[in-house]
């Protein structure tokens, strides 16, 4: 494969990021964090999402959607990066659609995944129960009964789960452990016994806490069968981890291009910063990084793609990799751009700030450092 994108791929990239630029730049986020919004993003641009087939991305095309890839995925996550545009665009549209069209069962697809290409459905998959993602230490129980199952526990850090009306929820059977008996349930909002309270993330997006007391969900909920959830958790997972990757990659690509314009038009003691070696040397490293984790993202988006049997790894390569490059982009942007970086006024604190969120969203570039080297057999 090729570690460049199509002429189909690279239209829809334009297009992307002119609607973007056009309809969500970040003085949206500002001033949805400085009214408080109840909702976290706008309902508006969301219904243009769907109207473009962004929200039907990764939805079969005989259910309403665009029928695309983890590829196409990835350009439309590059260019919310570019923008921070806040849409519920990861959770509904990346994760969701794309456990429920592989694994989910047809009248599962036939009464969601439309409505998901329509804008018209949100979900959020929950997942994480501690301070740190990992998934393998699921602790929410799935007891069964009368066909069904009883959820008891709680959940964290559920993208978007204050708004979702449907929460797929990862629990585990009774006397598992480890990776054996995950059950995946969809649970509607107004299930009685659960309770949802959103939370506020450091980049001003959304979060939730949820919590289950003697949820009663019936087997049609049911994801995929009962007690092998996790390859389809797994699945799921890596998809979202390679599409966040790319949103690094955006953001990481937005901080360079805003400091090398600082760079071309700051004057200091009669010269151009630019002409300075150091910041030239900086600056040029800072362009390499980003490329080479702009390649290995989409290596990884192209393998998933391919239903390759290394993807795990690759994808774990790929986030690690994309947390770090965004980390030291934005770091050398506040830097290079001297006191004024420091300033809320100022919009590399708000990359800053989504870089940090979403290098720890889906696992930190020291967990999958740590899970491309179990993979890798070290």
Known sequence: MTLVLNDEQRMLHGSALEFMRAQAPTTQLRALRDTHDEVGFSRDLWRKFAELGFAGVLVPESYGGSGLGVVEAGII???????????????????????????GSEAQRRSILAEIAAGT???????????????????????????????????????????????????????????????????????????????????????????????????????????????????????????????????????????LTYLKERRQFGKLIGEYQALQHRAAHLYTEIELTRALVLHAQQQLDAGATDAPAIVSAAKARAGATATLAVQEGVQMHGGIGMTDEFDMGLYMKRARAAQESMGDTHHHAARWAGLRDY
């Open 77 to 103: 996550m590059e260019s919310i990066g570019r923008t921070l545009a806040a849409a519920p665009f990861l959770a509904t549209s990346v994760m969701a659609a794309s456990l429920i069209a592989r694994h």
């Open 121 to 259: 459905r949100l979900l959020a998959l929950a997942v994480d129960e501690q301070s740190r993602h990992r998934p393998e230490r699921l602790a929410l129980r799935a007891t069964p009964a009368d066909g069904g199952f009883i959820l008891e526990g709680s959940k964290t850090f559920v993208l978007d789960g204050h708004v979702a009306d449907t929460l797929i929820v990862a629990g585990r059977l009774p006397g598992t452990q480890g990776k054996a008996g995950i059950v995946l349930c969809l649970v509607p909002r107004d299930a009685g016994g659960m309770r949802v309270e959103r939370t506020v993330m450091v980049d001003s997006r959304n979060a939730a806490r949820a919590t289950f007391d003697n949820v009663c969900v019936g087997a049609d909920a049911v994801i995929g069968k009962a007690g092998s959830g996790w390859s389809l958790l797994e699945q799921t997972l890596d998809v979202a981890r390679a599409t966040l990757a790319a949103e690094l990659t955006g953001i990481a690509d937005e901080a360079f291009s805003r400091t």
